[in-house]
């Protein structure tokens, strides 16, 4: 697993500038409105970028007055997203979140959950749904598919939407709605599959 992830992180920094070149004017505003939709219009949110990249999400959503935090494991990201934005960005390995409880309204987790191997990912999932609030929003946004692996030296686990639907039940979330993208295609054109699911809370019965 760390040799997984740190081959990942190996390509994003020897490639971050070309990368924030290449997805700095993409149109995420569907998956904004989907994300931000879930809240009340005026509510002032605690956000997680998961896997924040160079700060685009970031900044949008300190753009609107929200308390963004970006997250990822790429030193060379973390560093242009401070530069970016202005905001905490938390450099954290997947694998070895530390995250506080009960902390955050939403995660926004846009091409990034995917690099967490099969194996891995309901701990993840766990780990995310401890540190939202009750009733928190998880966005997630992945290249979908069947099974996993190495993609040139980045690994990436692709799932359609029934597999992942699994694992987030198997975490606490329920799937409030989900679409692919990009919009206005034939399916087999959208090769994208995002997801917003609600932090469900355990009740101990007495």
């Not at 879930?38 to 605690?46: A, G, M, S, T, V």
């Not at 900044?59 to 990201?77: Q, T, V």
């Amino acid at each position: 697993m760390a040799d997984i992830e740190t081959m990942t992180l190996s390509h994003y920094n020897q490639h971050a500038e070309a990368y924030w070149q290449g997805t700095r004017e993409h149109d995420v505003d569907q998956n904004y409105a989907a994300f931000l939709n879930l809240f009340p219009k005026h509510q002032c949110l605690d956000i997680l970028d998961f896997g924040c990249g160079p700060g685009r999400d970031v900044a949008y959503f300190k753009s609107l007055g929200h308390r963004p935090i970006g997250l990822d494991g790429s030193e060379i990201f973390c560093a242009m997203a401070r530069a970016h934005t202005g905001c905490q960005i938390l450099q954290q390995s997947f694998l070895s979140l530390n995250l506080p409880a009960n902390h955050f309204d939403g995660i926004f987790a846009n091409a990034s959950l995917f690099h967490v191997p099969s194996q891995e990912l309901p701990r993840v999932l766990k780990e995310l749904h401890t540190t939202l609030r009750a009733n928190g929003v998880l966005f997630m946004s992945n290249p979908r598919g069947n099974g996993e692996g190495w993609s040139g030296l980045r690994y990436g686990h692709y799932m359609q939407i029934d597999s992942s639907q699994q694992f987030l039940t198997q975490a606490g979330f329920t799937i409030q709605d989900f679409y692919y993208r990009p919009p206005g295609k034939p399916l087999h054109e959208q090769p994208w599959l995002a997801i917003t699911a609600i932090k469900q809370d355990t009740k101990i019965e007495n």
